[in-house]
Nanobody
Framework: QVQLVESGGGSVQAGGSLTLYCAAS?????????VAWFRQAPGKVREGVAL????????IYADSVKGRFTISRHNANKTLSLRMNDLKPEDTAMYYC??????????????????WGQGTQVTVSS
């Protein structure tokens, strides 16, 4: 059974930093699949934040987080992280990790991903 467990969320003031983690288990293809972070604020659709591919580790970021967020993966222990700097109130959301990527769908669409974690809340106050 595939499980993704996020951690590291919390409450910070604007300008602060957080690092989110995602631990994967039960997914033998983790090392060879892309993984991503999404977020969803109340009343809004779930949106792609960042992706990191397998192999070369190519990364893609949403324009709203470029230069502030850094995604990385650690295949040896099947974990994914998201370093978030210079946080803004608009970054407030539930953050999710996802894997098993369908390349027929744009990465930032939630439908492109099969496995999801339960999420970790990030709240940024002004």
């Amino acid at each position: 059974q595939v499980q993704l467990v996020e951690s590291g969320g919390g409450s910070v003031q604007a300008g602060g930093s957080l690092t989110l983690y995602c631990a994967a288990s039960g997914y033998t293809a983790f090392d060879t699949d892309s993984v991503a972070w999404f977020r969803q604020a109340p009343g809004k659709v779930r949106e792609g934040v960042a992706l990191i591919s397998a192999g070369t580790g190519n990364v893609i970021y949403a324009d709203s987080v470029k230069g502030r967020f850094t995604i990385s993966r650690h295949n040896a222990n099947k974990t994914l992280s998201l370093r978030m700097n210079d946080l803004k109130p608009e970054d407030t959301a539930m953050y999710y990790c996802a894997t098993r990527f369908s390349r027929r769908i744009a990465w930032y669409q939630p439908e492109a991903w099969h496995y999801w974690g339960q999420g970790t809340q990030v709240t940024v106050s002004s």
